[in-house]
């Protein structure tokens, strides 16, 4: 006779029960009982940390580096939250090989980083600074003897203070090419992932115009707009200087925060809002980007303000890219409707839940929108896509024992990397994904006061502490698929 222990009968009673619900016939779940691997991420799926120089670096006037228009922006008095400054941020210029044994213990395989385009080019442009090019020479040894891949972004918002006029001067363009060419020709041997710019619209926008950025400028449309064409351009031609100056196989693409619109329900129609939503929500950037022009619609409503565009601009712009990475964090609703441009954004309502920073609302099925939007509307350009970066700031408080249950940030990044895995199943090139970020750091205007790391860093001591989300991500990453 088959003995059941009263366990057993147990779990076979709640597996019955489980199995209908209100009279409605439920997925036969057997409680407790081994599942199917859930929500595992594709073989050869690549997990990363992301930074930025300006954020984690410090060493502002270490070895000739030239000061950048952050430097410029955080020393004056009122830019940035309580003064804060870049000088020191986490001093990863000196403490990289403990931020190597960071990435390495988590078990990533691939890091983001930028470069301080003022440790290479003191001034912008002219003279090189060889002891500049030096350490990130030292950062990517470490990183290979690590078996750790460097991605890296030529330009993460720290313009050359000494480029007269900044993204305001189309020479800015010139000179970011320059130094794309020089880099990559001296490090294209040992790094063959390069993304040219991040987030367009945070050194051009929020600097030029809504003034929160540096340099903190609140210029009019037809300046506005031909800073972005700057910006652009100057992806455009870093594109080509990377591709004239590395050996074949290097992959180039770029970094973009791309607005993300989710179809406020997942029916055709609403769908489809979602993704002229975002055609149109990105056309100064990404869309002209991917298209190689400005969309028609773009051009007539900028009217006498549209940029002024010199002949072979838009082709450089269009360069094809081998990859896209988006920087993904909030979601924004599209529904559709009967005007012209058949869709219409959703207003958030007050109560719309947020992380630690307000701007970060949770809806973690952004990650997933972004991925498809940007698929279904550019399929053939976008051979591969990265989240570049994703994460949220915590209210982390390190206690005397010297944890940070962040638990809050675990809760996002588990539901964003569920959502991620809907985009990964679904046959969506998703290569790999980069967590913003590895250490807390200078959250720009926010100075120090948002924390985005999964380590904690003391920046008193510089001391470095895993919190609860890197154990987390370092399981995740074991395991290949979310814990
Ligand atoms: C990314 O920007 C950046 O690439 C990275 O450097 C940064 O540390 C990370 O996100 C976290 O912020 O305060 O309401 O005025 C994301 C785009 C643009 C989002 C500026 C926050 C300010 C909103 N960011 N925005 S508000």
Not at 162 to 187: E, I, M, N, P
Not at 325 to 343: C, E, F, H, Q, T
Request: a negative charge; charged letters at 20%.
């Amino acid at each position: 006779m088959k003995v059941i222990t009263r366990r057993q009968f147990g779990k076979s009673v709640a597996a019955a029960a489980a199995a209908t619900y209100a009279g409605i016939a439920l997925p036969r779940l057997a409680l407790g009982e081994p599942q199917p691997a859930p929500l595992e991420y594709p073989k050869g799926f690549l997990w990363g940390c992301a930074t930025a120089s300006y954020q984690i670096e410090g060493g502002a006037k270490d070895d000739g580096r030239g000061p950048s228009l952050w430097d410029v922006f955080s020393h004056t008095p009122g830019k940035t939250h309580n003064g804060d400054t870049g000088d020191v941020a986490d001093d990863s210029y000196h403490l990289y090989k403990r931020d190597v044994q960071l990435l390495k213990n988590l078990g990533v395989s691939v890091y983001r980083m930028s470069m301080s385009w003022s440790r290479v080019f003191p001034t912008g442009k002219g003279e090189v600074n060889q002891k500049g090019l030096d350490y990130y020479n030292r950062v990517v040894d470490e990183l290979l003897a690590n078996n750790i891949t460097p991605y890296i972004t030529m330009f993460h918002w720290d313009t050359p203070a000494g480029l007269q006029g900044g993204w305001q001067s189309r020479d800015t363009s010139k000179a970011f090419a320059d130094y794309c060419g020089y880099v990559t020709k001296h490090l294209g041997d040992k790094v063959k992932h390069w993304m040219t710019t991040n987030e367009f619209i945070c050194f051009t926008d929020l600097g030029y115009k809504e003034g929160q950025f540096a340099p903190g400028l609140k210029l009019g449309p037809a300046q506005v707009n031909q800073i972005r064409h700057h910006a652009i351009l100057a992806h455009g031609l870093g594109v080509e200087a990377i591709r004239a100056n590395t050996p074949g196989g290097t992959q180039v693409g770029l970094a973009e925060n791309a607005i993300v619109y989710c179809p406020v329900m997942e029916t055709a129609e609403h769908i489809e809002a979602a993704r002229k939503a975002t055609r149109d929500g990105n056309a100064p950037f990404l869309t002209t980007v991917l298209d190689g022009k400005y969309p028609q619609s773009y051009l007539e409503h900028e009217g006498a303000n549209a940029p002024k565009v010199e002949e072979g601009d838009m082709k450089a712009i269009g360069s094809p890219i081998d990859f896209l990475g988006v920087n993904i964090y909030v979601p924004l609703y599209a529904r559709a409707d009967n005007s012209p441009k058949g869709w219409a954004e959703e207003p958030m309502p007050s109560s719309f839940p947020h992380m630690f920073s307000p701007w970060i609302n949770l809806g973690p099925e952004c990650i997933y929108w972004g991925v498809r939007n940007v698929c279904d509307i550019w399929k053939e350009k976008v051979p591969a896509i990265y989240i570049t970066e994703n994460g949220t700031s915590s209210d982390d408080v390190l206690t005397p024992e010297g944890h940070v249950e962040d638990v809050d940030r675990v809760m996002y990044l588990r539901n964003h990397l569920t959502q991620l895995h809907r985009a990964a199943s679904e046959g969506y090139p998703v290569k790999g994904y980069f967590l913003w970020s590895l250490l807390d750091n200078f959250e720009w205007a926010d100075g120090y006061s948002k924390r985005f790391g999964i380590h904690y860093v003391d920046f008193k001591t510089l001391k470095r502490t895993p919190k609860l989300s890197a154990e987390w991500y370092k399981q995740t990453i074991a395991s290949n698929r979310v814990e």
